[in-house]
């Protein structure tokens, strides 16, 4: 069974920084691009990064470009998000997926605000 | 970037009657592999979201065979034959094909 379980989320600071991760079973992590969507409270949903399997090519938004940075570990199956400068839109549950086959985690909450 | 135009913003119906939502791209979802990247999810209250179908047409398996996928280019539409109890939340259409990638407003649909 496939399972993407998030972690690391929380209340920051306007302008601080937060890691979040995501720890992947069920699957051979290092065959698969793996993505991170996020969507705001009441909101709709937002694609915040991908990265490809072997973790050579990362791709992102404009929104979030330059801030944030998505990466992985392999060995480990496991999924990063680093966001740095943080906003207050950024506030939102970020979801690690695997777009191939559909795969969605539980979503990790962020909040940012003073 | 692809805007995704999804219509209507909510539906209220009756269990088993039909649905019908439709999703409209502003550029072709055609890529240079010859898929159709357009996929379909369905948030229920409370969940994170749930696959429903991929590449316009194909049902995951555990998808019911009541919904359907059709449509091609830039018109795509998400199909339920007769709504049940457990369909009801927000319905997303939203394409991989170009970066970045980009998701209708939703659909919400509600039990009458």
């Known amino acids: 069974e496939v399972q993407l379980v998030e972690s690391g989320g929380g209340l920051v600071q306007p302008g601080r920084s937060l890691k979040l991760s995501c720890v992947a079973s069920?699957?051979?992590?290092?065959?698969?691009?793996m993505t991170w969507i996020r969507q705001a409270p009441g909101k709709g949903l937002e694609w915040v990064a991908s990265?490809?399997?072997?973790?050579?090519?990362?791709y992102y938004p404009d929104s979030v470009k330059g801030r944030f940075t998505i990466s992985r570990d392999n060995a480990k199956s496991t999924l990063y998000l680093q966001m740095n400068s943080l906003r207050s839109e950024d506030t939102a549950t970020y979801y690690c997926?695997?777009?191939?086959?559909?795969?969605w985690g539980q979503g990790v909450m962020v909040t940012v605000s003073s | 970037d692809v805007v995704m135009t999804q219509t209507p913003v909510s539906l209220s119906l009756a269990i088993g009657q039909p649905a019908s939502i439709s999703c409209k791209s502003s550029?072709?979802?055609?890529?240079?592999?010859?898929?159709?990247?357009l996929n379909w999810i369905l948030q229920r209250p409370g969940q994170s979201p749930k696959r429903l179908i991929y590449?316009?047409?194909k049902l995951y398996s555990e998808v019911p065979d009541r919904f359907s996928g059709s449509g091609s280019e830039t018109e795509f539409t998400l199909k339920i034959s007769r709504v049940e109890a457990e369909d009801l939340g927000v319905y997303y259409c939203?394409?991989?094909?170009?970066?970045?990638?980009?998701f209708g407003a939703g659909t919400k649909l509600e039990l009458k």
């Open positions: 997926t695997r777009v191939a086959g559909g795969y």
């Open positions: 069920g699957f051979t992590f290092n065959n698969y691009w």
């Open positions: 990265i490809t399997n072997t973790g050579g090519s990362t």
């Open positions: 550029q072709s979802l055609l890529g240079t592999s010859g898929k159709t990247f």
């Open positions: 590449q316009v047409s």
């Open positions: 939203w394409q991989g094909t170009h970066f970045p990638h980009t």
